[in-house]
């Protein structure tokens, strides 16, 4: 007979985890601004009237998303609002990724968990680096939403905008396939939010970089949704 883990009451939450690095991660993103402005201040006067494209090529990623935005493309309130909102999001499904990276009664869950870990915590460094080069507040704090009512103050849409109080504690509660199945459920109206954020992005942002990570997403979490669809309907009743 195989019983349920039950998580010991001692060990911190996920969301508790995440609280605690919150400063550390907005620090962190203030820490690149600086480092990006310095490093253009000290190639404009060094290498006046000279290709830099040697160096870039040392330096830039191999990611197609840079880890700092182009300083000649000028962001606008959109691209803000989308790289706050999309942080508080990214931050929501990191909550129920950990979770059921803990409590998932099937590997199969547990590894879309797990990779959804991955990809959304190196996004949401990557858009509190963006957010702070921009000199926008990268916590979040107090802002204007450029989705008004739906998002503004990250209020009723918690599908769009995280997890709700009442859906973290169902997940909480629940166990086995139970646990599986709602996070599937719970995980899949996440990222349907997330592809409507990253489509109004690249429809209206206006940074090249922002709206390139806006369509990575709308792809990836689009094939999730698919993927979660599958193991929904491999589950046991």
Do not use: K, N, Y
């Given at each position: 007979?195989?019983?349920?883990?039950?998580?010991?009451?001692?060990?911190?939450?996920?969301?508790?985890?995440?609280?605690r690095?919150k400063?550390?991660?907005?620090?962190?993103?203030?820490?690149?601004?600086?480092?990006?402005?310095?490093?253009?201040?000290?190639?404009?006067?060094?290498?006046?009237?000279?290709?830099?494209?040697?160096?870039?090529?040392?330096?830039?990623?191999?990611?197609?998303?840079?880890?700092s935005?182009?300083?000649?493309?000028?962001?606008?309130?959109?691209?803000?609002?989308f790289?706050?909102?999309?942080?508080?999001?990214?931050?929501?499904?990191?909550?129920m990724?950990?979770?059921?990276?803990?409590?998932?009664?099937?590997?199969?869950?547990?590894?879309?968990?797990?990779?959804?870990r991955?990809?959304?915590?190196?996004?949401?460094?990557?858009?509190?680096?963006?957010?702070?080069?921009?000199?926008?507040?990268?916590a979040?704090g107090e802002?204007?939403?450029?989705?008004?009512?739906?998002?503004?103050?990250?209020?009723?849409?918690?599908?769009?905008?995280?997890?709700?109080?009442q859906?973290t504690?169902?997940?909480?509660?629940?166990?086995?396939?139970?646990?599986?199945?709602?996070?599937?459920?719970?995980?899949?109206?996440?990222?349907?939010?997330?592809?409507?954020?990253?489509?109004?992005?690249q429809?209206?942002?206006?940074?090249?970089?922002?709206?390139?990570?806006?369509?990575?997403?709308?792809?990836?979490?689009?094939?999730?949704?698919?993927?979660?669809?599958?193991l929904?309907?491999?589950?046991?009743?």
């Open positions: 007979m195989t019983t349920t883990p039950v998580p010991s009451t001692s060990a911190p939450s996920p969301r508790t985890r995440r609280s690095t400063a550390a991660l907005a620090a962190a993103a203030a820490a690149t601004a600086l480092l990006v402005a310095g490093c253009a201040g000290s190639s404009a006067a060094g290498h006046d009237g000279h290709d830099d494209r040697a160096g870039a090529e040392h330096s830039a990623p191999a990611s197609t998303t840079s880890a935005p182009s300083t000649s493309a000028a962001h606008s309130d959109v691209d803000a609002a790289a706050r909102d999309m942080v508080v999001h990214h931050e929501g499904a990191l909550d990724a950990e979770l059921a990276v803990e409590r998932a009664s099937t590997p199969e869950v547990r590894a879309l968990a797990e990779r959804v991955a990809a959304q915590q190196p996004e949401i460094d990557l858009m509190q680096g963006w957010l702070a080069a921009w000199g926008e507040d990268p979040g802002h204007e939403s450029q989705h008004g009512d739906q998002h503004g103050g990250h209020g009723a849409d918690t599908s769009s905008m995280g997890m709700s109080e859906d504690a169902a997940l909480e509660a629940a166990t086995g396939t139970a646990f599986d199945r709602l996070f599937l459920q719970q995980m899949t109206v996440h990222h349907e939010g997330a592809v409507e954020m990253a489509r109004e992005e429809v209206s942002g206006s940074d090249p970089q922002a709206r390139a990570l806006a369509q990575r997403i709308e792809a990836d979490q689009t094939a999730e949704v698919a993927e979660m669809a599958a929904l309907a491999q589950l046991p009743a």
